[in-house]
């Protein structure tokens, strides 16, 4: 008896189930398979194939005046990796370490900070010999200090390593104290190279040169 | 009978030739808006993501550059085919959504006293999901999931895989019953990393140029709709 009831359930499942898919699958054939088609005012002429691939040459001839000739840089931030590249080959492959995606609040304040590198397209806007960081407020709230009225109490000498290159909004690609961090997500948002990589990227690139982060 | 079979020739040849020409044009049209779309994300400095589903590729995508590439495995979908387009990433949802660390501001006498961890708590590719879904305009759901190898993972996959093959046909018959949009498309990524570079890279508001080649398949009522 117990038997013959489990078959019957597993059979009313199993129905339902089939019953369900084909269900689903019927309307997918006939009701979605109807696309929506744009509308076109009856009597205009139908653009041809020939006028077609005319148009998306076009397209492609003003995409390519964005592409970046010559060398650029990519930069993989979960895989902290920078490229070189030219004409769109690498070759260059750096382990660096990007943004550590921590938060910092300033404790009774209104400030917060997300410790992300920047993604997107970005130039190379400054090329620094023995930079010299001016620490940012939240550099002084992280180690439980309070930021100085002080500017000359801001400067730092010796983070930022031998060669740094500037790509906005206070971001850089430099050198680093802790390389055996490199290949991990550490950094306040910068980008670290380790020294002798660092000196090559820096003496193969120019200001102008294209940085594209993801 | 000779010009019979002389007439059905020419009309059996004139259709062969006329079907690729139409998938053909159809193919250029929908090349030609994602170009179109594209041009105009380039000028934004911002990446996006370009899916050609026909040949099972995601690419990632910055001013035209291809910085990144990932195989899809496979694909399954549910209610309307998505069509060639440009769409915009409003939500990616995640069931464990990696979560920041807040730093403590800890002075340097007590820094001095802690004993320091060799392991930094930071947001690396290995704390993202490897199953998640990206929500767009219009009821489109993209869902990505990858191979898991530990058996309660594939068992929660599995359960899941079970749910969808109710819910989704489900939501199919409701979805067409009310006319409304909808749309659910199923990736599976080659290795879990993978899907995870997918959701590191994915961010809210990015553009997905998605290309798929559809066979077309209008009927006459909806022709008679659609020209009324």
């Not at chain 1, 960081?133 to 992280?142: C, L, R, T, V």
């Not at chain 2, 990433?89 to 006293?113: F, G, M, S, W, Y």
């Not at chain 2, 599995?158 to 939501?171: C, E």
């Not at chain 2, 006319?179 to 990015?206: K, L, P, V």
Request: aromatic share 12%; glycine share 8%; charged share 25%.
């Amino acid at each position: 008896m117990k038997k013959k009831t489990f078959i019957l359930a597993a059979a009313v499942v199993a129905g339902v189930f089939a019953l369900l898919e084909l269900g689903g699958l019927a309307l997918e054939i006939f009701v979605y398979s109807k696309p929506k088609v744009e509308a076109v005012a009856s009597g205009v002429r139908e653009i041809t194939a020939a006028e077609l691939n005319r148009r998306n040459k076009s397209f492609r001839s003003r995409l390519s005046v964005y592409k970046p000739f010559g060398l650029y840089i990519v930069v993989d931030t979960a895989g902290n990796r920078l490229y070189l590249n030219k004409g769109g080959t690498v070759f260059r492959e750096v382990v660096v370490s990007c943004g550590s995606g921590d938060v910092l609040d300033e404790p009774g304040g209104t400030r917060s900070w997300t410790f992300d590198t920047p993604r997107g397209g970005f130039a190379v806007q400054a090329k620094l010999v023995n930079p010299t960081w001016i620490k940012p407020d939240w550099a002084f709230i992280e180690e439980g200090e309070r930021p100085p009225a002080d500017y000359n109490s801001r400067i730092d000498n010796d983070s930022l390593g031998e060669y740094a290159l500037g790509f906005g909004d206070g971001f850089f690609i430099h050198g680093t104290l802790y390389t055996r961090l490199l290949g991990r997500n550490v950094t306040h948002g910068c980008i670290r190279v380790g020294d002798q990589d660092l000196k090559f990227v820096f003496e193969s690139v120019g200001i102008g040169t294209r940085i594209f982060i993801y | 009978m000779g010009k019979r079979v002389i007439l059905g020739t020419i009309l059996a040849a004139a259709t062969l030739w006329a079907a690729p020409q139409t998938e053909d044009r159809r193919v250029l049209i929908d090349q030609g808006r994602l170009l179109e779309a594209e041009t105009a994300i380039v000028k934004t400095n911002q990446s996006y993501f370009f899916v050609d589903l026909s040949a099972r590729r995601i690419e990632l995508r910055i001013q035209g550059v291809v910085l990144k590439t990932w195989n899809v495995a496979e694909y399954t979908q549910w209610g309307r085919p998505l069509p060639s387009g440009s769409f915009k990433l409003v939500k990616k949802e995640a069931l464990r959504t990696p979560r920041r660390t807040n730093i403590t501001p800890v002075a340097d006498k007590e820094k001095q006293d802690k004993p320091k961890s060799s392991d930094p708590e930071v947001l690396e590719l290995k704390d993202m999901p490897g199953r998640f879904s990206f929500e767009f305009e219009n009821g489109i759901t993209i869902r990505f999931k990858s191979p898991a190898k530990k058996i309660f993972p594939r068992l929660g996959y599995f359960l899941g895989s079970i749910g969808r093959a109710i819910y989704l046909p489900l939501k199919t018959i409701w979805a067409a019953v009310r006319h409304a949009d909808f749309t659910d498309i199923q990736i599976t990524a080659q290795r879990e990393s993978d899907a995870q570079g997918i959701y590191w890279t994915a961010q809210e508001g990015m553009s997905v140029l998605v290309f798929r080649k559809i066979n077309y398949r209008v009927s006459l009522k909806a022709r008679r709709r659609f020209l009324s």
